[in-house]
């Protein structure tokens, strides 16, 4: 009788102890309703971040590009079609958009890592999709690598792996849509001709061209891009060409980060110097939208579909 009673007390003692431990894990991996709206986030070296959280259910980080574009126009052409789906959280990286710049002149891709990871932890976040655009897929790669256990998945639209590549194809992209007498010498350095093909663009009216199919687009972007005030410092720092680890080739990063990856491309979009196999995420997915450098608002019915349901596919 006692080997018994103490047989059923060891059995309901080890079902109390799972029960527990269950929910506590499931207590651990709960993520927070955060508050819709915006609200500064101060880093570890006293810059201060400007986001914006908006929408519901998984949570979900924009890395925007540039360098130093902001969030607003994704947030407003974009991102704003997947707030039923997915709770953004739209941040202007320091020396950008709405952030404050860094007094040490600190935008070293570390410590760029290190900002999404502090806003991460301040926000109460356990893990977050992570969503980037163009120069970002830099900056979203690196933080995967970085800190793989906090994304549940990457999406990379349009995205730059490897920036001197894009660089150099952007500018081969525009100087063929520039007249001949306009185009200039390919001898120059690529810093030199980046500038030159740029500015002869916009003397030209061609600029809209080199990323977008229609002049219509290009036209909502830029309203979009001069709706809030931007912060220029952190494009300064990148163009100067003193921060060389943004000369570095972050694909092949890629193929050892394991989590579930989008990648958004564009059939026309020849300024990201990266095809389907420049990304070697072993559990990757491709879509491929008709247009340019910006799918998200070239097509933004096709974005929405491809992204919500990758996301609906994640494990819970």
């Not at 949570?59 to 079609?81: D, I, Q, T």
């Not at 256990?149 to 952007?170: E, F, H, I, K, Y």
């Not at 219509?216 to 912060?231: D, E, F, I, Q």
């Amino acid at each position: 009788m006692l080997r018994f009673s103490t047989s059923v007390l060891h059995s309901r003692f080890l079902l109390l102890l799972a029960l527990l431990v269950l929910g506590v894990t499931a207590q651990a991996q709960k993520q927070p309703t955060l508050g819709a709206g915006p609200r500064t986030v101060l880093t570890s070296d006293s810059v201060k971040l400007f986001v914006q959280v908006a929408g519901k259910g998984t949570p979900c980080l924009f890395v925007h590009g540039g360098p130093g574009a902001g969030s607003y126009s994704f947030e407003k052409l974009g991102g704003n079609r997947l707030e039923d789906q997915l709770q953004m959280v739209y941040l202007d990286q320091r020396g950008s958009g709405r952030s404050g710049s860094s007094r040490s002149k600190n935008y070293s891709m570390a410590r760029m890592v290190q900002d999404l990871e502090e806003v991460r932890q301040q926000l109460g976040v356990q893990k977050w999709v992570v969503l980037a655009h163009s120069f970002g897929g830099t900056i979203a790669t690196a933080y995967a690598r970085q800190y793989p256990q906090r994304v549940q998945a990457l999406v990379l639209t349009n995205a730059v792996l490897n920036p001197v590549a894009g660089l150099d194809s952007m500018v081969a992209y525009g100087s063929s849509l520039l007249p001949a007498a306009a185009r200039p010498a390919p001898g120059l350095p690529s810093m030199q001709r980046f500038g030159m093909v740029m500015g002869a663009l916009q003397q030209q009216k061609l600029a809209g061209q080199l990323q977008f199919s229609h002049d219509s687009l290009a036209a909502r972007a830029m309203r979009a891009s001069r709706a809030v005030s931007g912060n220029p410092e952190f494009a300064q720092q990148v163009f100067s060409g003193r921060l060389a680890d943004y000369g570095q080739d972050y694909a092949p990063a890629t193929a050892q980060l394991t989590m579930p990856a989008l990648v958004i491309l564009g059939t026309d979009d020849r300024t990201t110097g990266a095809t389907a196999a420049s990304y070697r995420f072993p559990r990757k997915q491709v879509v491929t939208l008709p247009g340019k450098h910006n799918s998200f608002l070239e097509q933004p019915a096709q974005f929405r579909k491809a992204v919500v349901s990758f996301v609906q596919q994640l494990p819970r």
